[in-house]
């Protein structure tokens, strides 16, 4: 068997896998943030274009991927699945693990797979300008990647933190033509609200949304994306579990346990949901683990129910696991898991019990992370460092119990641009954030009554 | 045709092309730096394991590659070479160009081809410690990440100028336990006595050198592995070339023009020597262009000379293209490319007219690498930047002479590492060295008189 699985270029998905045909009820539905009824299309339409509005809601099964985003992704897809062989060994477990090698694109990362449809929706639109956020600027530099293929102008807010932490991420958005400002900015009126309550705010996934989607709504050529939570979005990331699924069929192999982690939900939702459902939508005998830093513990620690997916209430309700709309989590390293919410599609799953969810504190993260460097070679993200966790915590029962299963993640990102978090952990200087729980139900008591 | 040519791992090539095979006289032979008389196999056993003294001499055509090294080798091996579409598109270029990727290497270029050999056959012959020197720290990474699957303890002396410029390449060499020194340092004689004369001294590949062999010859368990110049580093290197002949082979198609930079000409000449003679030894009807800077051109502007590879006269002496031992290029960004010297086996084919050498200045290197990443969507390095700005200069003489040719450049290493010097260039910051005269002539008036 060979250890590293790469599928030609023939084998490039030519369709999304859209969960909701096969969801035993319909996810529920967004709400407008003003009145609490149901959004239509028409409340979408400020910010998005009107093919993403159709994919949102839509229960077909398969969605064809235009000639256009193929040709992008085929830039870097398909990626490789690889067997950590190496890993295994240093574990000396009978467990096969396998990584799906997603940080192979330009950006580094499993964003672009969404940037990439969503900047091509938006161009054949007519818009002229995006705008978003960023956490730890995986996002921002998909975007603007992917914005600069099609010519579109691309702003990005960058989540305080994360702009002063990672300077690099911005140089790599200034290449591909973005803007960036730190978030809070001086730029909307929300940011400036903000600032002025708190000079040394730093920001969170939140308050840049608010931003974003306020320059979105006053500019009629300019729309807004978002790089997580929304279902057009985690359909996106089905290429990664459809070639994930195509690569292990060509081994003769099933998933025993299936590993991602979690910020807004996307890179976890398009690496599981192909696999969830059987043929006659049986629920398969797979364990699906979400990732999540004890710092942000939206699955572990927080209540379904409706919220805002912005500080400022700009956006619809959804209905999701939530550590309320005002929650501010603690600066840890992996700032793309920083998100209050999570995803109407993972949280559904989650609600039904499909789904198991962990969470971890950073020292134990970044231990991970330096276990897998060294064995096998790559550097992961610290994001990608939940997942390793897990699959590590995984391998090593199955060592204790004697079991061969396959355990397969998803390698998400690099960590080039975290190599900082790096140093302070090999100095160790890095903080456990515990479980915030005064911060958590003090922003919890100020979720919306609606919906429920 | 597809865009992206893979091969299987069952392509990876089993043996390394070695070149001394096939010239029509003997690469001039190295010479004791005492004596000048030629240097002995023993000479070299200070230094370097038996096996790669054996393969830095040898005639035999082709070498077995290991399967521990195959085995490590696999882990990014067989690179993809890849139709630059959208960068020919951009430039209207009836050619087409390729580019062989060694930047998907887990230290992010194609260092590891020779570093993993390196680290093994040190390990098999029982060395205990590697020291080395870095430019950019391209080089430095690569030992490191192969001295860590061989459990060889590692040490780096990086040029102070990049160490500074680059921290996080110093990140990366400690994520896979390696120690990291600026040089000059205080670790060893000769860099204590460089600092006396000038504390503020940036350093140099010549300096470093001279620094990690100081301290291999000091220590018998300790070796110095070297990451370019050597004539067993290039071979080690053709990976690359024969990679990119299966691959060309496979779309029916055949090189017009191959472009590599050259630092020390390791990546170039593991590209092009595959290429350079047919079955029956005729020369090809290729066109090889060696890229390097105006700051530090030593193909351009150098003597075939024989010279010491490092600043204090501790190697052995080689024929070579040379700005002089003691030549200390300006601290241009392309970190890895401030070499005085040039490789042998390079020099030897740049002395018969096989090869066109050609310099650049730094801001229209970057110009290419910036159009590049505008089009391609990949961030090179600078020092490969330098091989994309011939490839584009070539792709619009093409235009303008309306030839279909076929343009392969080696993609040598991610600029992830680089975004400072991006951010440099995009602010207009970045100093455009010329050819310095005077310090070349300088330093070529204290050439040894030997062998000539």
Known sequence: ???????????????????????????????????????????????????????????????????????????????????ARKLEKFLNTPARIFYKDESVSAAGSHKPNTAVPQAYYNKISGTRRLTTETGAGQWGCALAFASNFFGLECEVYMVRVSYDQK???????????????????????????????????????????????????????????????????????????????????????????????????SNFGGFIFPFVFGPENEKRDIRFIATEPTACPTLTKGPYRYDFGDTAKMTPLIKMFTLGHNFVPPCIHAGGLRYHGMAPLVSYLQNEGIIEPRSYGQNSVFEAALTFARTEGRIPAPETSHAIRAAIDEAI??????????????????????????????????????????????????LPEVGE
């Not at 409340?43 to 509005?53: Q, Y």
Request: hydrophobic share 35%.
């Open 167 to 265: 300077p690099y991420r911005r140089s790599l958005m200034h290449i591909w033509n973005a803007k960036v400002f730190p978030s809070p900015s001086k730029q909307t009126a929300c940011g400036r609200a903000l600032l002025e309550k708190d000079p040394d705010c730093p920001g969170s996934l939140g308050m840049a949304i608010s931003e974003a989607v306020e320059e979105a709504v006053a500019n009629a050529d300019t729309k807004y994306a978002l790089g997580s939570v929304l279902n057009h979005v985690l359909m996106h990331q089905t290429v990664v579990g459809l070639e994930t699924r195509r690569q292990l069929e060509s081994i003769g192999a099933k998933p025993d346990i299936m590993i991602g982690c979690v910020g807004g939900g």
């Open 397 to 446: 029962r199955c060592r204790e119990e004697k079991q061969e299963k396959n355990i397969v993640l998803n390698f998400s990102g690099h960590g080039f641009f975290d190599l900082a978090s790096y140093d302070k952990y090999l100095a160790g200087q890095l903080d456990d954030y515990e479980y915030p729980e005064d911060r958590i139900q003090e922003s919890l008591r100020e």
């Open 1 to 83: 068997m060979e250890d590293s699985i790469f599928l030609s270029k023939r084998d490039l998905p030519a369709r999304w896998y859209n969960i909701q045909a096969d969801l035993a009820k319909p996810v529920p539905p967004a709400l407008h943030p003003g009145t609490g009824k149901p959004a239509t299309a028409e409340d979408f339409s400020l910010i998005f274009p009107d093919p993403l509005i159709e994919q949102e809601v839509s229960t077909q099964r398969w969605i064809d991927i235009p000639e256009e985003v193929k040709n992008i992704y085929s830039l870097w897809r398909p990626t490789p699945l690889i067997r």
